[in-house]
Each structure stands twice: as C-alpha cells, then as structure tokens.
C-alpha cells in the first residue's frame, strides 16, 4: 500500500464523527444509568476507536486508516496510545496545529510517539468536501451534550440536588 496523506478536513472530519458517537452513546447510558457518564464513555471511545484494522467508524466513512512505519495497518496497542493525547481536555486542538505543521506525513504528537500516520485510502475524494460537514458535526455534537443535560434533569430531577 503506498501512503497518501490525507488533508486536514478529512482528518478533523473523522475525528468528529468518531466525537459524536462517543457522546451518543454516552449520552444514551447516562441516560439509563441516571448518572453522567457521556464524557466516560466518549474518552473510552477515543481511545480504543482505531483498534479494528487501525480504521474507527469515522476514519472508516471519510477514507482513512492508521498505518505503522511498513504501511500497514497499526497495531491495536499503537492505536490506543497515540489516542491518548485525544482525550486530554483542549489538547486535540494542539495535535491538530504540530498535524498542520509536519507539511510530509501530517504526524500529530499521539503518531510521532507510536511511528503511526494516517493513510488516505480514498484521495480521489477533495479534502474541502470534509469542511462543511465537519462544522455541521459541530453543531450536532453541541446540541447533543445540551440534549443528554437537559434530559438528565426531566428524568432525574434527584441529580440537580447533589
């Protein structure tokens, strides 16, 4: 397999959708559990997400992979550290500025620390198809966390007293 790096709208796009399934999810077993457990369960998302064939479901729907230095695909424990940097609070916004920075493969810290990258599987697909559904993913991941809150307390006012 040869390596194409992806732009960063495809990228930033994957991670998104990956977001918005942490956070449904989340928000679904908060839900049933009474207690708040979307930021849990997203971070156990995130972390685990590139474990299947080095691809999440985002990286899967925008066309991108996790590859190791032999361009093939990552291993599941390569995968979950280089997704550790994802989880801490505003520090995917500095992954996505080194990403930016590294102009040949677009490594972020989480890839330089496992020698990862990530492949692009489809580059006949134009990067800046990726901007506007990647905004639409942020409107839709904020209107879900004001969603499982506002829920969380019509089903369990109990919560609001702790």
Not at 84 to 90: A, G, L, Q, V, Y
Not at 103 to 127: F, M, Q, S, W, Y
Request: aromatic residues 8%; glycine residues 6%; hydrophobic residues 50%.
């Amino acid at each position: 397999m040869e390596f194409s790096k992806p732009g960063p709208n495809k990228r930033v796009c994957a991670f998104f959708i990956d977001s918005v399934i942490g956070e449904v999810s989340g928000g679904i077993i908060s839900l049933i559990l009474a207690v708040d457990l979307s930021w849990m369960i997203w971070a156990i998302y995130i972390l685990f997400k590139d474990c299947l064939n080095g691809q999440s479901a985002g990286k899967y729907l925008v066309g991108t992979q996790v590859i190791d230095e032999n361009n093939l695909p990552a291993q599941p424990l390569k995968t979950v550290i280089r997704n550790i940097f994802m989880i801490i609070p505003f520090f995917p916004l500095v992954e996505y500025v080194i990403m930016l920075r590294d102009k040949e493969e677009g490594k972020r810290i989480g890839d330089k620390a496992t020698k990862t990258k990530v492949n692009d599987l489809k580059p006949h697909i134009k990067d800046n198809v990726f901007l506007l559904i990647s905004v639409l993913l942020v409107i839709v991941l904020v209107v879900v966390q004001i969603g499982i809150v506002v829920l969380l307390m019509a089903m369990h006012p109990e919560l609001i007293k702790r």
